[in-house]
Each structure stands twice: as structure tokens, then as C-alpha cells.
């Protein structure tokens, strides 16, 4: 077993009001530069949908992640090494300009500029940040399924519906949606890393963080292709590749990323998580892909377990972090309660931000359709009959086995249910948490977690120990360098380059 840190990010996606705060201040900060226009580290999706850039989720078309052989080895779909190499320059799965979309601005200087007493009132044109010319329409933005007003054109392609086979009526009764806000995973098994001929991506040993080096990087953009949630991208000023560096420059002194500190919903966890680097092989190279989403969740380990303790220190994963695993929010909502399940897991990258899936207004709709909507049993039996289908959340969370979604459901509708009660000054009904395998306790826990926590128990991110040697996490499978070379590949000990300098500098 070796044990090693990863911090890790949950989403309540019950309490995301698609506001949106989250991408602009991350843009702010960021990427908010030239040759970046286009870029949203975070952005947030409307689902259904076809997200940004366009029906990213299609690895038919895209090749992204990896795929598992007959034999039973994990590959990436890009291909193996030589066909990698084959691909530098010409390579056939990058997504363009009309992908993501064309970036604008507009000419707010004529508005402020414009001469008094004219006829016409000023307007401020749309100007493109690629051309500089004007743009007559917008056609797409990063943004165009928001709240369905895109959606009704693009729903039929959504990838995730035709991977489940669903069809959705798109009269405005019968309507679904909900928002992602989508970041990179910062997997555990990152393609992004393995498809790059430079060595330029890399994966730190201490925190689990993926990052771009801006001095080793090509432009070779085989980052782009290998990642499945589309989320490197390539700067054409600088001709470099770029990516979420999930703020490390504020995890490293203790605070939250920027989308999780400014985030309106408060809906983002923060915190570490340990795992056994020994099982990562094993946890991605499971046959059946509904199984990979228990497999992610079984290499998790118990921060509490003595031998897990013993070993962690044995790495050189330091006091702190162990003591911040224990009181890991992120931990719990995985672990513990089981209500974050990883995005796409049939990527088998092993990705660390996870999401509680959307209860929707079950209660309205069971008492509209004339049951009784207080009543638990009646509440927990409707699930299936949701507005937002439950396939569709498999789709996009277990690969789509729909039994975790209705777990993580049940439990959110039973803590509803259990609280209500106890609101009301009436005893709680122990049946309730007893019919989905929890007790009153674990239920006002689970309440005060996801309604009331207080900063400090959202994220719960401990300092970098800068007097300890850094590193890079080893991965196993590289297709296009020799990962035991460790002049390519330096150790946890830091021999070769000092792998934290240069970090993903941004010109
Ligand atoms: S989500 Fe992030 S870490 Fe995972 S493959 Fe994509 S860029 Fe790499
Ligand atoms: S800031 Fe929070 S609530 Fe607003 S869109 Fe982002 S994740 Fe959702």
C-alpha cells in the first residue's frame, strides 16, 4: 500500500444557481489575458446540453481518455506511442474555434465617446478578440444552452442522452435542467499527462494538483485531444498549452480556490483525500465500466485506520495532512455518506472533483400528481419518477448504473423528510434515516454539512510544507516516454529538475 494525498473537490449540485460568479472570477484571475480570450477554466453548463466547447463528452469523435483493451491493458483512445507521434503534426481530434466559440468584446468606447444631441442613440458593436472585426451576429458562446435557452436546438445531439438511449419532451411543462460547473478533474490517472510528448504536463506528488510546464511545453496539443473533459487548452498567442492550476498558489497557504471562495451557491468542498497509488492500475483496468465508479471509491482510504496512519508517514505525507484527511469534508461526502460521485468515470482517468447529484422539486411533483409529498415512504418510492431522470444523472456520474444516483437521492429526500420533523419540534422518525441505512444522527450531521457549514468546514485545506523535497506523482502506462527514465521522470525525492519551478507560469 502507498498512501498519498490528493486534494479533491465536491459540488452541490442541488444548490447551483448557474450564476455563473464562479467562471468569471476564476477568468479574472486567470485568464484574462491575450491568446486566452476563449478560455474558461471553470465554466458552468446547462444540462441537458451539448456544454463547452461543443459535445466535449463524444470521445468517439474527440479520442479523449482511455480506453481498456481486450488483453485487459488501459490505453489511451488517442493511441499507443507511435501513433501519438505519428499525430504531432496533424492531429486529427482537436476541437476548433467553432467548437468553442468565436471571443467578443464590444466597442464600449463608442457608447462613452459619442458626440451629444445625435439622433440615434449610441450602441457598442460586438467586436471579435480573434479578428478584430466586427461581428454582425453571435452564433455560439460558451454559454448558449443557458437555463435552455439554446437547449431546445441542441438537445437532440447531447451525447449523454443518446449514450442512455433517452429521449425528453421539450414542451416547457415537461422540461428538465439543472447547471455543472465544470473544472479540470486533476485525475488520479490524467491522459493529459501521459499524451504528452514533451513532458510538459505533470501531475505533483504532494497534492495531486496537474499543471502545465510553461518552459517544456511544444504547443504540441496532444494535452487537448487526450484530455476527456476538454479542459486544456491552447493559448495561440503564447502558443502554450494552459489549464486550471486549481489556485495553488492559494492552497498553498491555506485558502480555497477562487470559484469555491466567491461561489453565490456555497455549494463547493475542499479537502484532502488519501488514496493507495498501489491500486490506481487495478481501480482503472475493471471490465465492466459500472464497476469503475465502486473500484474509485474502494482506493479512497480510511484516514482513521491505524495502518493507513502508519504508512501515510512512512511516504512523507506530512502530520497536517493526515490530521486535515480526517477532517476532510470531501471525505465524508465520498466516503462516509456516499453522495459525490465522480464525473464520467468511464474515462478511467480517476477524476477528484466529484458531484452530489440534484434532488429536484420531488416533493411539488409527487403531491401535483396527488400523492402525499410529506409522507417518506411515498417520497423515497418517487424518486424513479423524477423530473430530471435518473438515467440521465447515471449517465453522466456512474457510467450509467443508476443504483448510486438513487442511493445519493434517497438519502438527500430522507434528510429532508427527517429534519422536517425535527423542525417541527416532533421527534425524529428513526424509520427514515433506517430506510436508507443511516441513523438521526448521520442525518443532522449530513444537514449541517450541506446546509449550514461554516467556511472553515467547507474547505479544510492544509499549508504546503515547503521544507519538505518535492515531487511528481509516478503514473503507470505512459505511452510515449519510458516512465522509469528519471531524467524524464524524477522521483519523489526530487532528483532531476526541481519539478515546483517552473510551475505553470502565465505570460
Ligand atoms: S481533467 Fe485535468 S487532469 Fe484530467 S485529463 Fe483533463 S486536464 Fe488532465
Ligand atoms: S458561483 Fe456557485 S452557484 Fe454560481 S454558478 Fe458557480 S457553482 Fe453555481
Not at 460558451?142 to 451525447?159: I, R
Amino acid at each position: 500500500m502507498k498512501v498519498m494525498a490528493q486534494i479533491a473537490m465536491v459540488m452541490n449540485l442541488d444548490k447551483c444557481i448557474g450564476c455563473h460568479t464562479c467562471s468569471v472570477t476564476c477568468k479574472q484571475a486567470w485568464t484574462n489575458r491575450e491568446g486566452a480570450e476563449y478560455m474558461w477554466f471553470n465554466n458552468v453548463e446547462t444540462r441537458p446540453g451539448v456544454g463547452y466547447p461543443r459535445r466535449w463528452e463524444d470521445q468517439d469523435d474527440w479520442h479523449g481518455g482511455w480506453r481498456r483493451t481486450a488483453s485487459g491493458r488501459v490505453v489511451p483512445r488517442l493511441g499507443g506511442r507511435l501513433s501519438t507521434l505519428a499525430k504531432i503534426f496533424a492531429n486529427p481530434c482537436l476541437p476548433g474555434m467553432d467548437d468553442y466559440y468565436e471571443p467578443w468584446t464590444y466597442d464600449y468606447d463608442k457608447l462613452l465617446s459619442a458626440p451629444a444631441g445625435q439622433r440615434a442613440v449610441p450602441t457598442a458593436r460586438a467586436r471579435s478578440q480573434i479578428t478584430g472585426r466586427t461581428m454582425d451576429t453571435i452564433e455560439w458562446g460558451p454559454n448558449w444552452d443557458d437555463d435552455l435557452g439554446g437547449s431546445m436546438e441542441t438537445l437532440d445531439t447531447d451525447p449523454v442522452l443518446h449514450q442512455m438511449s433517452l429521449r425528453v419532451s421539450k414542451t416547457i411543462e415537461d422540461s428538465f435542467m439543472f447547471h455543472l460547473p465544470r473544472i479540470c478533474e486533476h485525475c488520479l490517472n490524467p491522459t493529459c499527462v501521459s499524451v504528452c510528448p514533451s513532458g510538459a504536463m505533470y501531475k505533483r506528488a504532494e497534492d495531486g494538483i496537474v499543471l502545465v510546464d510553461q518552459d517544456r511545453c511544444r504547443g504540441w496539443r496532444m494535452c487537448v485531444s487526450g484530455c476527456p473533459y476538454k479542459k486544456v487548452y491552447f493559448n495561440h498567442e503564447t502558443h502554450k498549452a494552459e489549464k486550471c492550476t486549481l489556485c495553488y498558489p492559494r492552497l498553498e497557504v491555506g485558502q480555497p480556490t477562487v470559484c469555491s471562495e466567491t461561489c453565490v451557491g456555497r455549494l463547493r468542498y475542499l479537502g484532502v483525500v488519501l488514496y493507495d497509488a498501489d491500486r490506481v492500475d487495478w481501480a482503472v483496468s475493471r471490465p465492466d465500466e459500472t464497476a469503475l465508479y465502486a473500484a474509485q471509491r474502494e482506493i479512497l482510504l480510511d484516514p482513521h485506520d491505524p495502518e493507513v496512519i502508519g504508512r501515510a508517514a512512512a511516504n512523507g505525507v506530512p502530520h497536517s495532512w493526515l490530521v486535515a484527511a480526517q477532517e476532510s469534508p470531501v471525505h465524508r461526502l465520498i466516503h462516509d455518506y456516499e453522495l459525490a460521485l465522480p464525473l464520467h468515470p468511464e474515462y478511467r482517468t480517476l477524476p477528484m472533483v466529484w458531484y452530489i447529484p440534484p434532488l429536484s422539486p420531488v416533493v411539488d411533483a409527487v403531491t401535483a400528481s396527488g400523492g402525499d409529498g410529506e409522507n417518506h415512504r411515498v417520497l423515497l418510492s418517487a424518486l424513479s419518477q423524477m423530473r430530471i431522470p435518473l438515467e440521465y444523472l447515471a449517465g453522466l456520474f456512474t457510467a450509467g448504473d443508476t443504483a448510486p444516483v438513487e442511493r445519493s437521492l434517497r438519502r438527500l429526500a430522507a434528510m429532508r423528510s427527517y429534519l422536517r420533523d425535527v423542525f417541527m419540534d416532533a421527534p425524529g422518525d428513526e424509520e427514515i434515516p433506517a430506510a436508507v441505512g443511516m441513523t438521526g444522527q448521520d442525518m443532522e450531521d449530513m444537514y449541517r454539512l450541506l446546509s449550514i457549514a461554516k467556511y472553515d468546514d467547507r474547505f479544510v485545506v492544509p499549508t504546503t510544507h515547503s521544507e519538505l523535497p518535492r515531487g511528481l506523482a509516478r503514473l503507470e502506462g505512459c505511452p510515449i516516454r519510458g516512465l522509469d527514465d528519471d531524467a524524464f521522470f524524477p522521483t519523489a525525492r526530487g532528483k532531476g529538475r526541481h519539478p515546483s519551478i517552473p510551475l505553470q507560469v502565465l505570460r
